[in-house]
């Protein structure tokens, strides 16, 4: 696709439950980024896949989050048991990863848990 | 301390003048360096990027990176109110030891008055 694209835009869940976002990364690129950001805080990494790569979990902030990337192209982000404090603007980003490249950036997904 | 600092703002500047940006960042390894812009609402958004020491120019913006003293500095000149927005420094670390995510600062929220 033309860029990254991510669904849903908009997600409410009740505390308690489970949520699944997605993101499918620009055509050709390898690298896929999941970020978060807080109500007027800077972006926080979480989770980088690298083709076959085991993937850099270095960032998730607990057990209820995990990620996987499906045939090397889309990936989802699942939030187990939700929480308040995980309403955010998740974001998600993909590179070429050839060197140095830039990161592209998705719309996000806002989620926000009553 | 954080690993990327910049001042919050908001940075206020009157249309036409030069706007300065300014980060920092603790790591000595780190490699590249970026800066994305992100309107209020709206994903990041690249605006340059700088590997090397010294100033680098695409149109109004010029980067400016010194690894000796561990900052990098964005001017925005001839400043128009479509600048308005929160613009991010983002740090790549040593490749092997942080591969390729990005620590992003808080943002600097810039406000161009007409």
């Known amino acids: 696709g033309a860029g990254v694209s991510q669904s849903p835009s908009n997600k409410v869940t009740e505390k308690g439950k489970d949520v699944e976002l997605r993101c499918d990364p620009i055509?050709?690129?390898?690298?896929l980024y999941w970020y978060r950001q807080s109500l007027g805080q800077g972006l926080e990494f979480l989770i980088y896949f690298q083709g076959n790569s085991a993937p850099d979990k270095s960032g998730l902030p607990s057990d209820r989050f995990s990620a996987e990337r499906t045939g090397g192209s889309v990936s989802t982000l699942t939030i187990q048991r939700t929480q308040q404090e995980d309403s955010a603007v998740y974001l998600c980003?993909?590179?070429?990863?050839?060197?140095?490249?830039?990161?592209?950036f998705g719309p996000g997904t806002r989620l926000l848990v009553l | 301390q954080k690993e990327v600092e910049q001042n919050s703002g908001p940075l206020s500047v009157p249309e036409g003048a030069i706007a300065s940006l300014n980060c920092t960042y603790s790591?000595?390894?780190?490699?590249?360096f970026f800066w994305y812009r992100q309107y209020s609402g709206k994903s990041p958004e690249l605006i340059m990027f700088i590997y090397s020491n010294g100033d680098k120019e695409d149109g109004r913006f010029t980067a400016q990176l010194n690894k000796a003293s561990q900052y990098v500095s964005l001017l925005i000149r001839d400043s128009q109110p479509s600048d308005s927005a929160t613009y991010l420094c983002?740090?790549?670390?040593?490749?092997?030891?942080?591969?390729?995510?990005?620590?992003f600062g808080g943002g600097t929220r810039v406000l161009v008055k007409p």
């Open positions: 980003a993909s590179s070429l990863n050839r060197g140095q490249e830039t990161q592209y």
């Open positions: 790591d000595r390894g780190s490699q590249s």
């Open positions: 055509s050709g690129h390898t690298a």
């Open positions: 983002a740090v790549r670390g040593p490749s092997k030891a942080a591969g390729n995510k990005l620590t």
